[in-house]
Each structure stands twice: as C-alpha cells, then as structure tokens.
C-alpha cells in the first residue's frame, strides 16, 4: 500500500521566518512526488514536483523540497514567509505503474505580521 | 479559457436528489479523475478514467457513478444525494508530466 503523512494540519509562522511543512511517504516502488498550494476558494496549484530526476527540487514563489530516500521524506520549506504564503498545502504521491495521486490531509499555513 | 472547467461551481441541492457535476477539458489528456476535498481529509479519489473506454472506481466510489462522455468529457453523479457527500470537488487530468485541477464545484446537500 502507499500513503502520505502530513505532520502537522495547522503551522503558524511569522513573517519572514522559515516555512517548514513536513510530508513522509510509504512505497514500496520509487515515487513521484509533489506540493500543491491552495489559496482561499481556489483550486490546487502545482508548487513543485519530484520525478527522480535530482533530489533537491525548486518550486515557485520560493519554495524548495528535498527527497530523502533513507527517511521516505520530500519535506516543503521556504526561507523567508510572506503574507502571501496563508495557504493550504498538500503533499502528493503517484507512481508510475498507475499515475493516480493520492494526497496527504493538508496543512495550513498562516503568517503572522 | 480554463484548462480544465468544472459546471456548476457551487450547488445546493436536497437529499434524495440526483445531480450531476461535469467537467470539460481542452489538455488533450486521455486520463481523467474526480476528487473530493473535505477538511481534514485531504483529497479523495472517487473515480478515474485512463481513456474513454476505461473507468475505474478510486477509494470513495460508494454513492457515485461516472461517465465518460468523450476524451475531453468526464462527468460525475451522485443518484440520491445525501448529507454526508456535501464537499468540494475537483476534477483533473493528466499526462505523464502532470496534472492540472478545475476550479472545483462547491457541493452542499440539505
């Protein structure tokens, strides 16, 4: 079977502090891996997307994952927070024997002025 | 226009009544899903469609029914809505570089 965990529904952060959002993954075949963004009543936007290409993954508005293959990790960061970034994040798996994404509960992130 | 557009965007409708939420696409992607978002859960997959001839039942498919109209049509049912399928739903599709979302279809049954 194959999942994802999301630590952490709700992360405060304050403007300008470092964005940390945790996702972990079970597989037993060697995943594709994303971050999606959603903003109040819109829909999902793509962040970043790991493919096995290289491990360290640079998405847009500043954000950056690392896959960790020894921790079955792709955690999300960002340097420096911006009000912008209030948001619902969600980590996301798929695999190529079928291509389905199965996502993570989401987190929400909220920035402090 | 949109990638991928979902009709309505928000309904409110009575238990015990069918509707249909539908989704168009203009990617040109044989792969098709439906999804439902509920808070704390994520998104769900309810159902999935490789090409038009293809339909496949995802985790949450008690209660809905799809069709596949056409390679750019896919579209989801619910015959006798109930309280508990009031939730946001997303449809997408994809190749295999990506996915690409609708702008969901806010769904409450009363």
């Known amino acids: 079977a194959q999942s994802v965990t999301q630590l952490g529904s709700h992360v405060s952060v304050s403007e300008g502090a470092l964005v940390l959002l945790r996702c972990n993954y079970s597989s037993s075949v060697p995943p594709y891996l994303f971050w999606y963004v959603q903003y109040p009543n819109q829909g999902l936007q793509l962040l970043l997307k790991?493919?096995?290409?290289?491990?360290l993954v640079k998405g847009i508005n500043g954000f950056e994952a690392e896959f960790k293959k020894s921790e079955t990790s792709f955690h999300l960061t960002k340097p420096s927070a911006h009000m912008s970034d209030a948001a619902e994040y969600f980590c996301a798996v798929s695999f190529s024997n079928d291509y389905k994404l199965s996502f993570g509960a989401g987190t929400t992130v909220t920035v402090r002025a | 226009d949109a990638d991928v557009t979902q009709t309505p965007r928000n309904r409110i409708t009575k238990t015990g009544k069918r509707i249909m939420l539908e989704c168009s696409q203009t990617k040109g992607h044989d792969r098709m899903y439906w999804y439902r978002q509920d808070p704390g859960l994520g998104l769900r997959l309810i159902y999935y469609s490789f090409d038009v001839k293809d339909i496949n039942k995802g985790e949450i498919s008690d209660g809905y029914s799809v069709s596949r109209q056409a390679q750019a049509k896919f579209s989801l049912s619910l015959e006798s809505a109930i309280p508990n399928q009031t939730a946001l739903y997303f449809c997408?599709?994809?190749?295999?570089?990506?996915?690409?979302f609708g702008s969901g279809t806010r769904l409450t049954v009363v």
């Open positions: 997408a599709t994809s190749d295999l570089w990506g996915y690409t």
């Open positions: 790991y493919t096995s290409a290289a491990t």
